[in-house]
């Protein structure tokens, strides 16, 4: 099971870090991923990290403003959100990719997912 927290109500320029923890029988160490959905729109990939912290991806769009890190040893992914827009408004969800240490932008090819967090940006 994957439970993600942390989403809000922010205004532009604020910062969020939103969190995931893993339990149960998803594989611990596997790829991990943040997605969000904005309204009327398709599910988007947003960042992802490998099993040991060392190789990390993210949307042109959110490069250089968020942050996507993880602790193992609590099972669990961060998601460090600075300089919010309007545009990051959205439902983000954290994903795993089990049995793969190769990371991916495709949500399709991560089998777990947790329920979402509201983020909500003001202008």
């Known amino acids: 099971q994957l439970q993600a927290s942390g989403g809000g109500l922010v205004q532009t320029g604020d910062s969020l870090r939103l969190s995931c923890a893993v339990s149960?029988?998803?594989?611990?160490?596997?790829?991990m991923a943040w997605f969000r959905q904005a309204p009327g729109k398709e599910r988007e990939f947003v960042a992802v990290i490998n099993w040991n912290g060392e190789i990390t991806r993210y949307a042109d769009s959110v490069k250089g403003r968020f942050t996507i890190s993880r602790d193992n040893a609590k099972n669990t992914v961060y998601l460090q959100m600075y300089s919010l827009k309007p545009e990051d408004t959205a439902v983000y969800y954290c994903a795993v990719r089990s049995r793969s240490t190769i990371i991916s932008t495709i949500g399709s090819q991560y089998a777990y997912w947790g329920q979402g967090t509201q983020v909500t940006v003001s202008s």
């Open positions: 149960g029988r998803t594989e611990v160490g596997s790829v």
